[in-house]
């Protein structure tokens, strides 16, 4: 879903454009991706804060599909902090062996339900400082807590959504804080809440990587990517 620490290697050239969407163009984007899908979810699989959070830590350098194969299980019997500080790194580790890093996310998984339950009664903090705090969990993870469980409206970066924001000519920047501060500044209040899910699903299904989906594509209008696909002949 994303990163933490070093992001993975971006070629900026290829995906930014110089001309930056209005602010017509960008009420217009929204707008569209909102008549399409009006109340846009997560596709990690939760059931609670704390569950969302652990998917989230999981999520980093995995697919949310491997994240949710490897937590079905985990989350039947381990659905707070903690039940899971009570299974173990060992155990904890057996459940996600299938996803990326597993090693370094089960004890980051361990170690932050014994400090939920040490420090914060059992409960997921609702505060940024608190949440950067525990292990595993960065900017990007603590965006994505804040915004789906407690509904506040952040814009977690992830790789979609910087493809998405500089190539469209949204919210161009070299660096994910620089992305998410321009989204911030150039997403219109109304539209915040439910952005980073309508982007990052935008980056994943139709504004791809690769061949972007551009003939297709229901903001291309108010898209400022120079170099659009075209229908196959």
Sequence with gaps: ?????????YTLPAIMTSALMTKSDIEGFFQR???????????????NPFTLLVAVVL???ATDVGVNKATKTLFQIADTPARMAALGEETIREHIKTIGLFNTKAKNVLKLSEIL?????????????????????????????????FGKPTIAVDTHIFRVGNR???APGKTPRAVEDALMKR???R????AHHWLILHGRY????RKPECPTCPVADQCRYPAKTELAA
């Design 1 to 9: 879903m994303g990163w933490r620490g070093h992001p993975p290697p």
């Design 206 to 209: 139709t504004c791809k990587a």
């Design 33 to 47: 991706l909102a008549e399409r899908l009006p109340a846009p979810e997560t596709e990690l699989e939760y059931s």
């Design 191 to 194: 539209w915040r809440l439910h």
């Design 168 to 170: 469209t000519g949204l």
């Design 59 to 61: 999520s980093a350098q």
């Design 117 to 149: 339950v040490a420090q914060h009664g059992g409960e997921v903090p609702r505060d940024r400082e608190a949440l950067e705090a525990l292990p595993g969990v960065g900017r990007k993870t603590a965006n994505v807590v804040l915004n789906v469980a």
């Design 187 to 189: 997403v219109p209040a």
